[in-house]
C-alpha cells in the first residue's frame, strides 16, 4: 500500500442512523474520540440542527460527511407529485454540496398505488436522474442510485439489483451518476461479483460508477416492516469481506460506510456500539 493510500480503519464512517440515539453533536464527538473519521448524514436530522450548522460542527470535530441521504422517489405518476419530487431532490443536492459530501444517495421509489408497471416506474427514474444529473454536478455532488432488496420493490425502490442500477446509471455521465453497493441489499444475488466488476474504475475511460460502499449484516428472522433488521457485522450471513475486496479490485478507494437500522442497537449506550463497530470491522472487513 503506499503513502498516499488510506488504511481501512481510516476509511470508515460511520452512518448516523447506525447509532439514532446520538443527537448530531453526538455523533460527532463520539466519531472524533473513537478515531472514525467520516460519517454519513440523513436529511432530516440536518435539517433540524440545521444544514449550515451541520457542516460546521461536522468539520470542526476534524470529520468529513461521505454521504448524505436520501433523496429520489421518483415514480409519482401525477404531475405535480413528480414536480415537487424533483424540487425536493435539488434541495438534496444543495444540502449535500453545502455540507461537503459529493455523494447523495438515492432510493429510487416504489409503484405508484394501482400500478404495476416496473419498467415504467424504472423510466420515470431514469427521466429524473437525467434532469437532476447535470444540476448535481455543478455543484460538485454524484447522484449515487441505491438497488435494495426486492422485498422493497413494491412500496420503496423499484431498482433491485446492482445489474439494473448500472443499466440506469450508465445512460448518464459517471461523473453525474453512479451506485451505491450496500452488502445488506446485495449479498443474495449471485451476479453481484460480475456487476462491481463492471461498475468498476480500471479500463474504464469515464470512471467508476461506485459511489458509496455500504456494510451491515443479514440476519433472520426478520422483523415485521423488514425496514429495521439490518444486522451488526458479523452477526449474519453476508461475508462482509469479500465484498471489500471486490470493490477494491474494482478501483473503489472510498469511505466504507456503517450503515444498520436496528432497535436493538439503539437501545445501547452510544460509545459502546461504536467501539464494537469498530472492532467487528476490523476482525469482518479487513
Not at 409503484?111 to 436522474?129: I, M, Q, T, Y
Request: with cysteine.
Amino acid at each position: 500500500m503506499s503513502d498516499n493510500t488510506p488504511s481501512l480503519l481510516d476509511r470508515l464512517s460511520l452512518n448516523q442512523q447506525t447509532l439514532r440515539q446520538w443527537s448530531l453533536p453526538e455523533l460527532a464527538d463520539g466519531c472524533a474520540r473513537a478515531g472514525v473519521r467520516g460519517v454519513g448524514l440523513w436529511r432530516a436530522p440536518v435539517q433540524e440542527y440545521g444544514v449550515a450548522a451541520a457542516a460546521r460542527l461536522v468539520r470542526d470535530a476534524g470529520l468529513r460527511v461521505t454521504s448524505l441521504c436520501r433523496g429520489g422517489f421518483f415514480t409519482a405518476l401525477d404531475p405535480g407529485e413528480r414536480a415537487a419530487a424533483l424540487d425536493d431532490n435539488r434541495a438534496a443536492v444543495d444540502e449535500a454540496a453545502a455540507l461537503g459530501t459529493n455523494t447523495l444517495v438515492l432510493v429510487s421509489g416504489g409503484l405508484p398505488a394501482g400500478s404495476r408497471d416496473l419498467p415504467g416506474a424504472r423510466e420515470r427514474v431514469a427521466d429524473a436522474l437525467g434532469e437532476l444529473g447535470p444540476y448535481a454536478a455543478e455543484r460538485g455532488v454524484r447522484l449515487a442510485v441505491e438497488p435494495l432488496h426486492p422485498m422493497y420493490a413494491a412500496d420503496r425502490c423499484v431498482v433491485s439489483t446492482l445489474a439494473q442500477a448500472l443499466d440506469l446509471a450508465e445512460r448518464f455521465p459517471a461523473g453525474q451518476v453512479g451506485v451505491v453497493v450496500d452488502t445488506y441489499h446485495l449479498w443474495w444475488d449471485d451476479t453481484v461479483g460480475a456487476q462491481i466488476g463492471r461498475a468498476g474504475g480500471p479500463g474504464k475511460e469515464d470512471g467508476s460508477r461506485i459511489a458509496a460502499f455500504q456494510l451491515a449484516d443479514w440476519v433472520t428472522p426478520l422483523p415485521a416492516g423488514v425496514l429495521l433488521g439490518r444486522g451488526q457485522l458479523g452477526d449474519g450471513v453476508v461475508d462482509l469481506r469479500w465484498f471489500r475486496r471486490r470493490v477494491e479490485a474494482a478501483g473503489y478507494r472510498g469511505p466504507v460506510e456503517v450503515e444498520i437500522f436496528n432497535p436493538a442497537l439503539w437501545a445501547r449506550d452510544g460509545t459502546e456500539v461504536l467501539a464494537e463497530i469498530v472492532d467487528r470491522f476490523r476482525t469482518h472487513v479487513g
